[in-house]
Nanobody, 124 residues
């Protein structure tokens, strides 16, 4: 099970920190990804972090503004979002691959366990 938290309403240029609490499986064996879906748009990958080494990957649209991190001992993954823009408005989801995999999958379809999402709204 994955549970996201930390969303909310923020002004452009502001920051939010999203959390993804993981339970029910050994998170240390899994890469974890963050995704988002804006109204009328397809779900897109935002960032991903590998299981042990902590290799990270970011969408071009968030590079330099978002930072993903994890603490396997706390079963938690975070997404620090800085310099937020109105186009970042979306429901944000964390997800784990459908199978034990430490490296980040390239395909969204490889992620089979999803949280319920948390709304992020960037508006003045």
């Amino acid at each position: 099970q994955l549970v996201e938290s930390g969303g909310g309403l923020v002004q452009p240029g502001g920051s939010l920190r999203l959390s993804c609490a993981v339970s029910g499986f050994a998170m240390n064996y899994y890469a974890i990804g963050w995704f988002r879906q804006a109204p009328g748009k397809e779900r897109e990958g935002v960032s991903c972090i590998s299981s042990a080494v902590g290799d990270t990957d970011y969408a071009d649209s968030v590079k330099g503004r978002f930072t993903i991190s994890r603490d396997n001992a706390k079963n938690t993954v975070w997404l620090q979002m800085n310099d937020l823009k109105p186009e970042d408005t979306a429901v944000y989801y964390c997800a784990a691959p459908s199978y034990v995999r430490g490296s980040c999958p390239k395909a969204l379809s490889d992620f089979g366990t999803w949280g319920q999402g948390t709304q992020v709204t960037v508006s003045s």
